[in-house]
């Protein structure tokens, strides 16, 4: 085999993927009896948040997903912010929330997300989602951390019996990923800014899942021979966006890597997707 192509079938390609998810679920919306409505939630103007919410949207209208925007301002109260994902949680033309993130630092988004029907909580951040999860219950799962998991099984990589070392343990991807591998029956630990001699736990794991943020957290030497390793970071530097992995390294020992951009992220898309799907055929069909 050339080298060229042991190291392409070594790249998790998350674009390629999710465009397999996306089309697939393309199929499925046109034979439902009616089209899912997302609508998301933006407060202030961080230029960012325009961006996720906009590509989003895209997304979903190529798949035939209705969507809508709601633009608050920033200086929006926490009271007019709960009223709005209130009006909208009665709203039986909605199917999904998405309350996009972070908010203006005066709001509360834990209050906020508390308050959205978790039936239309796409985003899997409702702590009544969260606990399902965590109970083995069936619910709705946030999006990067089931985006991983659908990238790991779609790329034939076994989890029973690995043993996964996730850095960083947010409610957003770490813990909640921690759990969905120990679920795929991984034996799994969780490390975090507190975790002394963090190459301990990483050069004997078989699957190392990084979201930290910070650039060149995981080094070739941190790493056991043919592991696969998942890049959630993400890094604006001068020279673009990085992950936390050193890549260019790490890819030389790892039987399967990610690259920022191209990995992670188009997965996290299309799990939101799929989640709204999810919450249209659970409110007409079950
Ligand atoms: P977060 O809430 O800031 O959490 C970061 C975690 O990293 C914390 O648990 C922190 O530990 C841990 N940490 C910080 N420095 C560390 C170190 N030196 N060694 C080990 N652990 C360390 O961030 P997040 O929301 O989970 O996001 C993590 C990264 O993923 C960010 O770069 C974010 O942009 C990216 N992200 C990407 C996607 C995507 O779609 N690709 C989606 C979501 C997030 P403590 O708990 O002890 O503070």
Redesign the pocket.
């Known amino acids: 085999m050339s080298t060229i192509l042991m190291t392409k079938n070594k790249i998790l390609d998350g674009r390629a993927i999710s465009s397999a998810i996306l089309s697939e679920l393309k199929t499925k919306i046109h034979r439902l009896d009616g089209i899912p409505t997302l609508v998301a939630i933006l407060v202030g103007d961080d230029p960012a948040s325009k961006i996720y919410v906009s590509m989003k949207q895209k997304r979903a209208k190529e798949i035939g997903i209705n969507t809508r925007v709601i633009n608050l301002p920033a200086s929006t109260s926490q009271e007019q912010l709960h009223e709005t994902i209130q009006d909208l949680n009665e709203d039986k033309t909605v199917d999904g929330i998405l309350l996009q993130l972070p908010l203006p630092q005066h709001l509360d988004s834990n209050q906020a997300i508390a308050i959205i029907d978790p039936n239309k909580d796409v985003d899997g951040l409702n702590y009544i989602n969260f606990g399902k999860l965590h109970m083995g219950l069936e619910g709705f799962n946030p999006c990067?951390p089931l985006?991983v998991i659908e990238m790991l099984k779609r790329s034939d990589v076994k989890m029973e019996g690995k043993d996964a070392v996730v850095?960083?343990?947010?409610n957003?991807?770490?813990k909640p990923l921690a759990r969905m591998l120990e679920m795929e029956n991984a034996t799994v630990t969780l490390?975090?800014?507190?975790?002394r001699n963090?190459k301990r736990y990483t050069e004997y794991a078989d699957i190392v899942v990084s979201?930290?943020?910070?650039p060149q957290?995981i080094t070739a030497d941190m790493i056991k021979q043919g592991a696969v390793v998942v890049d959630?970071?993400?890094?604006r530097t001068k020279n673009g966006l990085v992950g936390?992995v050193d890549f260019e390294l790490v890819k030389l020992k790892a039987s399967k890597i990610t690259p920022v951009p191209g990995g992670?992220?188009p997965?996290?898309i299309a799990m939101l997707m799929s989640n709204t799907v999810n919450a249209f055929e659970r409110r007409r069909y079950t």
């Open positions: 990067t985006g850095i960083g343990r947010s957003l991807v770490g490390c975090h800014s507190k975790t963090l979201a930290v943020g910070k957290t959630v970071g993400i890094s936390d992670v992220g997965m996290t």
